[in-house]
C-alpha cells in the first residue's frame, strides 16, 4: 500500500479496508487494484470530514464499473484461417456524461488493464470539464505485422458486437494503444453500414468524415504545455532544459514537437526494441522522420541511428540518460523504482506522465520523497481526450473549427487543468502536490453529481 499524504488512524484503518476490499473484489487485476490505490491514498484524507461521501459508498461505487461488455472476434486471416480474438468494453462511469475512452488492441489486453483505463478516464474527463463519463475498450490483438486487409476484417467484427453498445450520447470510443486514424476508419464505415446513421460515435477520425484538427497532436502537445505550467509554477522554464522522451508514436513524437517549439531539448524517444538518443535535442526534420516511419511504413525506432549521423540506438529504456524533465510516453509501469533512483540521482526537476500511469507506484512515492515536481497521467494527458470531446461537439453541432482555435483552447484547457491540481494540491513548503489534486478536482465533479442521483 502505498504512503498516505495525511489523516488520521481512523482513516488509515478504513482505507486499508477499502484496499483490501477491491483487492479480493478483483483478484487476479494488479493493475486496477493499482489504479484505485493510489487514488484512494490522496483521495480519503480529503474525505474525512465529509461524512456524506462515505455514507453513500461514494469511492466503493466509483470502484466498480456500471458495466463490463466482453465478447468474442472471430475474423478471417489473408490465408483463409478463421482466428479468434477477444473483445471487451469497460464502461465505467457515467456521473457527467456519456462513457469516453480509447480502444486498445494489443496483445496484453485484459479487463484489468482495460478496468484501471477506464477507471482513470473517469477522473480525467471530469478534469477537463467537459461533460464526459468514463469508459475503455479493447482486443487482444496485435496489428502489427497484419495487413491492411486483416486489420480491416478484425475492426469490421470487432465493431459488429460493439455496435449495440455505443452511441453518441451512450459511449464514444476513441483510439489508443493500436488504433489510430486506419482502424477508426474501418470501424466507423462498418458502423455507418450496419446503423445507417452518420453520427460522431467515434472520436479520431479522419477530418474527411467528421475528425478534428489537432487531435493527433493533442496529448503530447497537452503534456508539455501542462510541463511548462508546472515549471511555471515553480518558478522555472521548460526553455533550454533538456527532456527524456519514451515511445514513438503520436504521444511521444508530439510531445518532442512542442518541447522543441518551446526551447527545450527532447533527447530520446523509443519503441519496444531499445530507444534512440540525439545529445544535441532531436531538429524538426528527425521528428517528421519518426513520424513517418511509425505511421507509414511502420519499422522499427533504430532505423534513426542508420539515417542520422548524431543518434544512437540502445536496447532497453532511455531512464539512464542525464536530463532535467522526463516524460514517459509509452505504457503502464514503465518507470521502476529502479530507474526512479537512477532518475533522481541524475538530478531530474520534473516527471509529466504522458502515457497512462506509466511509472510504478514505488517510483512515484520516490519521485514525491524526492521534490521532484511530479505530474500524473490523469492531468497531464488530458489533452488528447479533452480534443477529443470538442470533436463531439463540433459532429453535434455539423461544425468544423480552425487549428489555431483548437490550439488554444487545448492550450487554455491545459492551463485550466494544471490550476485546479494547484487548487487542491498546493503545499505550503515543497512543490505542489499534483497527484492529490488531480485525484481529488477530479473526484468532487464526479462525486457530487452521483450523489444527486441517489442510489443508483
Request: hydrophobic residues 35%; negative net charge; glycine residues 12%.
Amino acid at each position: 500500500m502505498s504512503k498516505l499524504h495525511a489523516g488520521d488512524s481512523k482513516t488509515n484503518e478504513y482505507l486499508q479496508r477499502y484496499i483490501e476490499g477491491v483487492a479480493k473484489r478483483n483478484p487476479g487485476q494488479p493493475e486496477f487494484c493499482q489504479a484505485v490505490n493510489e487514488v484512494a491514498t490522496t483521495v480519503f484524507p480529503y474525505l474525512a470530514d465529509k461524512p456524506e461521501y462515505h455514507e453513500n459508498q461514494i469511492l466503493e461505487r466509483m470502484a466498480e464499473p456500471e458495466r463490463v461488455i466482453s465478447f468474442r472476434v472471430p475474423w478471417t486471416d489473408d490465408d483463409g484461417r478463421i482466428r479468434t480474438n477477444r473483445g471487451w468494453r469497460v464502461q465505467f462511469n457515467s456521473a457527467i456524461g456519456p462513457y469516453k475512452g480509447g480502444v486498445r488492441f494489443h496483445p496484453s489486453v485484459n479487463e484489468s488493464i482495460l478496468k484501471f483505463l477506464g477507471f482513470e478516464q473517469t477522473f480525467k474527463n471530469s478534469l477537463t470539464g467537459l461533460p464526459m463519463g468514463g469508459g475503455k475498450g479493447g482486443a487482444n490483438f496485435n496489428p502489427k505485422g497484419k495487413s491492411d486487409n486483416e486489420v480491416m476484417r478484425f475492426c469490421q467484427s470487432f465493431i459488429t458486437e460493439l455496435y449495440r453498445h455505443i452511441g453518441e450520447d451512450t459511449d464514444v470510443p476513441a483510439g489508443d494503444i493500436g488504433v489510430g486514424g486506419r482502424e477508426i476508419g474501418y470501424m466507423f464505415g462498418q458502423y455507418k453500414r450496419i446503423t445507417n446513421r452518420f453520427v460522431g460515435v467515434l472520436t479520431g477520425k479522419g477530418l474527411e468524415f467528421g475528425g478534428s484538427k489537432m487531435r493527433t497532436e493533442a496529448t503530447g502537445y497537452g503534456a508539455i504545455f501542462f510541463l511548462r505550467s508546472m515549471l511555471a509554477q515553480h518558478k522555472d522554464s521548460i526553455e533550454g532544459k533538456s527532456v527524456l522522451v519514451s515511445g514513438s508514436g503520436n504521444v511521444a513524437t508530439h510531445a518532442c514537437e512542442k518541447v522543441l517549439q518551446l526551447g527545450g531539448k527532447a533527447l530520446t524517444m523509443s519503441d519496444s526494441g531499445g530507444f534512440i538518443h540525439c545529445a544535441d535535442g532531436f531538429s524538426q526534420e528527425q521528428i517528421d522522420w519518426v513520424k513517418e516511419l511509425k505511421t507509414v511504413r511502420r519499422g522499427r525506432i533504430s532505423e534513426a541511428a542508420d539515417e542520422f549521423n548524431n543518434i544512437t540506438f540502445q536496447e532497453g529504456r532511455p531512464w539512464g540518460v542525464v536530463g532535467d524533465c522526463a516524460v514517459p510516453s509509452a505504457t503502464q509501469n514503465e518507470i521502476s523504482a529502479d530507474d526512479a533512483k537512477t532518475l533522481i540521482k541524475n538530478g531530474v526537476k520534473a516527471v509529466a506522465e504522458a502515457a497512462n500511469m506509466p511509472c510504478e507506484q514505488v517510483a512515484v512515492d520516490a519521485f514525491v520523497d524526492a521534490g521532484v515536481i511530479f505530474g500524473p497521467a490523469k492531468a497531464v494527458n488530458a489533452g488528447g481526450v479533452g480534443v477529443s470531446g470538442l470533436e463531439m461537439s463540433q459532429n453535434s453541432g455539423r461544425i468544423s473549427w480552425g487549428e489555431d482555435e483548437l490550439r488554444k483552447l487545448l492550450e487554455n484547457m491545459m492551463k485550466d487543468i494544471h490550476d485546479s491540481c494547484v487548487q487542491y494540491g498546493e503545499s505550503k513548503s515543497g512543490p505542489v502536490d499534483y497527484l492529490a489534486g488531480a485525484n481529488i478536482a477530479g473526484f468532487v465533479k464526479v462525486a457530487d453529481a452521483m450523489l444527486s442521483y441517489g442510489h443508483v
